[in-house]
């Protein structure tokens, strides 16, 4: 093995040659805290002699400073990044770090082997083509081990390296590495893994690291730098059909008009045949365009922007397919997903999904169970917490197009997203599409919206009250109702407490069930608006989430969110209904404002203040805000 | 099946092109910070390359101290003529009207008032939900754990402990009002592949990279040029002609040379592989205290 360094000082033109025939190989590596990963990662920056002097000068002070060597070098301390971290010795969160050799260059990604971490060691395997599993030799395989295994062979990873670390601690025993060798290849046999490779190794002493030990002749294999030089990584995603997410559509002038993107997995060619799956409409390739001038032909990874022979419907989001084999299309589909807030999950709430370059609205209509990640066991549950991996169905506003992930890592994973902090909550596999989808087929009607309101003579849209129990919301939105009506517009008002005791009496007051609550609730006023009507909506609805969701139910303009904000002192002396002094009395369970949060809107349309404004005053300011927006006309 | 022609800086091209077409697509008005340094030309570089044959659809913003090489802004003007580029220059109004001064104020004073403070102003001012700029993580310690899309809040602070994961290449560009994106399409690449991509795109630098008969002041074991009249000399100093060249450009009153004979980018890749210095140490900020980038990014520096 040459290092860098060698060539260069011989021949640079050489080097500089080899260095655009230099390939990348990204990996993780996974164990558990003291089994020694960021010992490693030191370890083959060290070997590889990308450690920089002035870095040098920093880790032999941090060693004496904070190392756990006892004043020898800590090669660990060149890897744990952050300040607080370093302190406390641990790894927090996925560290990226890079060296090379002349054969290729190295992405490593430095995940902890903490069980709450779950979530950082998804995020690092998800671009991954191979994983370290570290072991300590001492100990032998542990649960970590096998749920490290089980989510590198989720996140699709099927080569292992299974590092025996800490061999010279139990004498460079020959029958320990067996034994443990023997135990994890019967373990993960259960798992897709192509290719195990075992190799004992002390990272701290650098046997079997960058250069063969003297002390384990018994052993013939790969050195793990010798491994991961060598190891075929031609991806997979090669040899898939062709599919590209357009990212943008390029159109400097009116006779160019291209398609951005990345190509997820295959080869291009012009002359090939590509469908856009949502409109099912083909073209054939033109001319394949980069900066560098037009190309012959493109492959897997590469950025690139596609010209059509004909002028078809393509936008963002769309994913180009060859026509031979065409992508899944479908609003409905099994995911595997790995939840990743604080959050729980919330089957039936709406969040955004994103796959590939596309974010549509969705819910997790179904979950099936949840997976035991030590054991594998299925487990019952109605809900995801932080770093649980949970198996259910997805529901999609509009159909989008996917392969299966076990198929094609790119098309097959997406994202979900809170709409309201904007937050990566959760990311998910998909296992294979319901067919469901595709046999019930929306009624088309010809008598639609426009035509219903404009026999009303009225727009249709709807005024959603929010605030706490007391607030005044029901007593306002009643007048608003009664002063519509009396303007001759066609109403409806739809109450808490009314609809509780029909729609939706199967309902308590769970955060689970308030969010189902809240959604019958906006699905009946979108049917209403649907109907012509103009629909008030007073419920305490306590999410922003929810209130959200509900606004993007209908048509821009078509909802106005009525925040009547009288404060919580105020409800309570009030306390119609005698619910506050059984909340305090703590007779009555999850009561918003007492035990359970209220998440004051940010920017309501509307805005009343319950403290100072009467019933009177604040019908006036609600119905002139609708005749400025011109919702109804000025009476 | 034939071997792959796809090599590293292929692909890290490819990947770096993918994030701004990203960003592009789904942020409302992004911007790109020029810093006109080596980084920032391959930046600009990649930029061209993403949205070709479209121009840039977004400008570049300098944030402009006023104490930058004067052969810097002779690069940035020359660069902007070429390529037609929309290119706004900002620099800190009250900073200009207290005479922040880096040789009489310091290095932190002058970093904070003149390059953290400005580009906040200068965000808020033009209100871009997404900055582009040309950070890698094999730079510092911290870096190696920040996003490629790292999110900031309304008074642009980084919270290294609230995160977004980012998984396979899909991004979660969405911000509300106030709040704002830094994109770093750079983030996997590292100081050698840097260069390469430099020497084999045959990309423009500035000329300070290069080893050259410079003005050259010694202080603190830093080698300092003598850029122009504000320089203060002390007493018994006199600026000798030495060859040397620059590792990263800055304010040039803290940013430190290194002795070279190296005066062609072959040779400077050359040098830089043998003698191993990484590359922040030219910069004076990194060196006050333990983890102060992690402190600088979390006030709002880049």
């Not at chain 1, 950082?120 to 030799?137: E, F, K, R, Y």
């Not at chain 1, 991961?228 to 997410?245: G, H, K, W, Y």
């Not at chain 2, 050259?216 to 074991?221: K, S």
Request: net charge negative; with cysteine; proline share 4%.
């Amino acid at each position: 093995m040459t290092t860098p360094s060698d060539l260069i000082s011989q021949d640079l033109a050489t080097y500089l040659k080899s260095q655009e025939e230099k390939s990348l190989l990204r990996f993780i590596t996974c164990g558990s805290v003291d089994d020694g990963k960021s010992t490693l990662i030191g370890r083959l920056l060290w070997d590889s002699k990308l450690i920089l002097e002035d870095q040098l000068a920093t880790l032999q002070a941090d060693s004496k400073r904070i190392g756990t060597q006892g004043g020898d070098l800590d090669y660990a301390l060149l890897v744990d990044g952050l300040q607080a971290e370093r302190e406390q010795g641990i790894t927090i969160d996925v560290a990226y770090r890079f060296f090379a050799t002349d054969k290729r260059k190295f992405i490593v990604a430095d995940t902890p082997g903490h069980e709450q971490y779950t979530r950082n060691m998804a995020t690092g395997a998800s671009t991954a083509s191979l994983a370290i599993v570290m072991i300590d030799a001492r100990k032998g395989v542990l649960i970590q081990t096998m749920r490290h295994s089980y989510l590198v062979s989720l996140l699709g990873i099927t080569k292992i390296i299974l590092a025996v670390n800490k061999m010279d601690l139990v004498d460079y025993s020959q029958d320990i590495f067996t034994a443990i060798q023997t135990t994890y290849e019967e373990f993960s046999q259960k798992l897709p893994f192509e290719e195990v490779v075992c190799i004992p190794v002390s990272a701290l002493k650098g046997d079997n690291v960058f250069h063969r030990s003297p002390h384990t002749d018994w052993y013939h294999g790969p050195t793990i730098m010798g491994h991961l030089e060598t190891v075929d990584i031609l991806s997979n995603a090669r040899q898939q059909p062709f599919r590209m997410p357009v990212q943008w559509v390029n159109r400097p002038n009116l006779d160019f008009r291209g398609f951005s993107g990345t190509i997820a997995s295959g080869t291009v060619q012009p002359g090939d045949k590509l469908v856009a799956p949502s409109s099912g409409r083909t073209s054939t390739v033109a001319r394949i365009v980069t900066f560098d001038g037009d190309v012959d032909s493109a492959e897997t990874g590469q950025s690139i922007t596609l010209i059509l022979e004909d002028e078809i419907d393509v936008s963002r989001g769309e994913l180009l397919s060859t026509v031979q084999a065409r992508p899944t299309t479908a609003d409905q589909f099994e995911a595997t997903i790995i939840w990743m807030h604080d959050n729980a999950l919330l089957p039936g709430r709406k969040y955004l999904l994103k796959a590939g370059t596309r974010t549509i609205p969705a819910q997790v209509s179904e979950l099936k169970y949840k997976v035991n990640v030590n054991t594998l066991e299925h487990l019952a549950t109605k809900t995801l917490k932080l770093n649980e991996i949970g198996i259910c169905n997805v529901s999609l506003d509009q159909p989008i197009s996917f392969d299966p992930y076990r198929e094609n890592r790119q098309t097959g994973s997406f994202i979900l997203i809170d709409h309201y902090t904007n937050a990566t909550i959760a990311a998910g596999i998909i296992d294979f599409a319901l067919r469901r989808a595709d046999n019930i087929h929306w009624q088309s009607v010809e008598i639609h919206k426009e035509a219903r309101a404009t026999m009303k003579g009225q727009k249709p849209f709807i005024l959603w009250f929010t605030g706490l129990s007391g607030a005044g919301k029901s007593t306002v939105a009643n007048m608003v109702d009664k002063k519509l009506h009396s303007l001759g517009r066609h109403t409806y008002l739809l109450d808490g407490d009314n609809v509780r005791h029909g729609l939706n009496r199967d309902l308590g007051f769970t955060d689970a069930d308030r969010v189902e609550n809240i959604r019958r609730v906006a699905e009946t006023a979108k049917l209403m608006v649907d109907a012509g009507l103009i629909v008030l909506v007073s419920f305490i609805s306590p999410f922003r989430s929810e209130r959200e969701m509900a606004r993007m139910l209908v048509e821009q303009g078509e909802f106005l969110e009525v925040f009547i904000d009288t404060p919580l002192e105020i409800c309570e002396q009030r306390d119609v209904k005698g619910l506050y002094k059984k909340a305090r009395a703590g007779q009555l369970k999850n009561f918003t404002g007492i035990d359970s949060p209220y998440e004051r809107p940010d920017d309501a349309e509307i805005t009343i203040e319950g403290a100072t404004q009467t019933a009177e005053e604040a019908t006036l300011t609600i119905v002139k805000t609708l005749e400025a927006q011109g919702l109804i006309p000025t009476s | 099946m034939p071997t792959s022609t796809f090599t590293h800086l292929k692909q890290l091209e490819a990947e770096s092109i993918h994030i701004f077409r990203e960003v592009v697509a789904e942020c409302h008005k992004p911007v790109m910070l020029y810093s006109i340094g080596k980084d920032s030309s391959v930046l600009l570089h990649l930029a061209r390359k993403a949205f070709y044959p479209s121009p840039l659809p977004f400008p570049l913003m300098h944030i402009d101290t006023t104490w930058k090489f004067r052969e810097m802004i002779e690069f940035r003007t020359n660069i902007v003529a070429e390529h037609h580029l929309d290119l706004i220059v900002y620099t800190n109004p009250a900073g200009l009207e207290q005479e922040i001064n880096p040789f009489i104020h310091g290095s932190s004073l002058h970093t904070e008032i003149m390059k953290t403070e400005a580009l906040k102003q200068a965000l808020n001012k033009y209100q871009f939900d997404a900055a582009f700029g040309g950070a890698r993580r094999d730079e510092e310690a911290s870096r190696a754990k920040e996003r490629i899309l790292s999110f900031r809040t309304t008074t642009h602070r980084w919270d290294p402990k609230n995160q977004r994961p980012e998984l396979w290449n899909i991004f979660n560009t969405r911000v509300r009002p106030g709040e704002s994106l830094r994109a770093f399409p750079l983030s996997n690449w590292t100081e050698l592949d840097v260069w390469q991509y430099i020497f084999l795109e045959k990309i423009p630098i500035v000329p300070l990279y290069l080893a050259k008969e410079r003005p050259i002041v010694e202080r603190d074991g830093m080698l300092l040029m003598v850029d122009d009249h504000r320089f203060p000399l002390k007493p018994g100093e006199s600026p000798q002609m030495r060859s040397v060249r620059f590792r990263t450009l800055g304010c040039y009153p803290l940013t430190g040379a290194i002795e070279s004979t190296a005066s062609t980018l072959s040779e400077v890749i050359q040098e830089m592989l043998v003698a191993r210095t990484s590359e922040r140490q030219g910069r004076l900020i990194d060196r006050d205290v333990v983890g102060s980038m992690e402190k600088k990014k979390q006030e709002g520096y880049f």
